[in-house]
């Protein structure tokens, strides 16, 4: 299949990434387009078209990636879904097929063989009527919870009726419980799971409490450091090493953040938990995708390399070092020292008098 031709197509910029899934259905396409495996880890600039794909048999809403002519695979079903809208608005507006730059990474050699190819879009997602720091989508596979359960009362090593004590939610009530539990728990299975409930409770709750984000790297951290023992009971427990979510979610947290150095760090500590005792191969898969883009942007950060931002984004930033902020609780305004990330939803007397809205203890 082949899609427009490079004067067919409006190139749209931005620094923030945009994932292509199913790369691995198309990995021939891949190696022709960067010229073949030589053994050598890739790192190939591309301008790639996205293509809307009504007839899609599995999903009305597909949204296929071509570069040069060549399908490379989709958004992911979640992202296609939410750009979808935006991709139709700008192909009607400029009377083309829209193109994002990107690269193709990975390759290399790993112990299983030669490494997947992977693909990364550079997008601003207000082009796509999105908020400019849109997360994009983040899946989720197995992490043996479910299987945990089901053998729980058979297994006396482990007790995870603490699970009743939690909303489900993954609210904030949920982080206040959680943190509780885990001040007395020494089974290791049971910490594992608390610690993963609690990781994924403050990345839920990263709108809405100040501190989620800086609490959720400590929590990763603190998981990381109780791998050692947690490791083996996971594959005496279920014969191999299930999704553990915190090595993705870190590296994806890094990359919005562009702190690549970090996306390395938590790609190479996953693929190092996993080794070669993954229950999930695409896990492993995507680590190894990431790890590659990591390097492909330290590679062109050293080199001088950098792509212009958006005109979108070029006429929304400030050049402003405070900016002011409105209390959600008590409607005052007040100032701050600029920065990226989420705004805080109170002010600092607010917060005061509300410790729990940040998670204090």
């Excluded at 073949?36 to 009504?54: F, K, S, T, W």
């Excluded at 006396?156 to 728990?185: C, I, K, M, N």
């Excluded at 702190?259 to 492993?284: C, H, I, M, N």
């Excluded at 100032?335 to 809205?357: F, N, V």
Aim: hydrophobic share 35%.
């Amino acid at each position: 299949m082949r899609s427009a031709g490079p004067r067919d197509r409006f190139l749209l910029e931005g620094h923030e990434t945009l994932e292509v899934v199913g790369e691995s259905h198309y990995q021939d396409a891949l190696w022709r387009l960067v010229g073949g495996n030589n053994g050598e880890r890739v790192r190939y600039d591309v301008q790639a078209v996205l293509e809307p794909e009504p007839t899609n048999p599995y999903d009305a809403n597909a949204v296929r990636v071509f570069v040069d002519g060549h399908l490379v695979g989709y958004l992911s079903r979640e992202d296609a879904v939410v750009y979808l809208p935006g991709l139709r608005a700008l192909i009607e507006r400029f009377g083309c097929a829209i193109g994002l730059g990107g690269v193709i990474v990975g390759g290399g050699l790993r112990p299983d063989g030669p490494g997947m190819l992977g693909v990364f879009l550079d997008h601003d997602p207000a082009d796509f009527g999105l908020r400019s720091n849109y997360v994009a989508h983040i899946g989720e596979l197995r992490t043996g919870l479910s299987d945990a359960l089901a053998t729980d009362l058979d297994d006396d090593r482990y007790d995870l009726s603490w699970l009743h004590q939690l909303s489900g939610t993954h609210g904030p009530e949920d982080v206040l419980a959680l943190r509780r539990l885990l001040v007395d728990e020494r089974d290791p299975l049971d910490r594992h799971f608390m610690l993963s409930e609690l990781s994924r409770s403050l990345y839920k709750c990263r709108d809405v409490l100040v501190s989620a984000l800086d609490e959720f790297d400590e929590v990763c951290e603190q998981h990381q450091l109780e791998m050692g023992e947690i490791r083996p009971v996971l594959l005496e427990k279920f014969g191999g090493l299930p999704l553990v979510e915190m090595y993705r979610q870190s590296a994806i947290r890094c990359q919005k953040a562009r702190d690549w150095k970090r996306v390395e760090l938590w790609a190479e500590r996953g693929l190092a938990f996993y080794g070669t005792q993954a229950s999930r191969p695409e896990a492993v898969d995507d680590l190894a995708k990431r790890l590659a883009h990591a390097h492909a942007k330290i590679d062109a950060v050293a080199a001088g390399m950098t792509r212009p931002r958006s005109v979108a984004s070029q006429s929304t930033a400030s050049t402003s070092a405070i900016e002011t902020l409105t209390c959600q609780e008590c409607g005052s305004t007040f100032e701050r020292a600029r920065t990226r990330g989420r705004k805080p939803h109170l002010c600092p007397a607010c917060r005061a008098a509300h410790p729990s809205a940040d998670l204090s203890h």
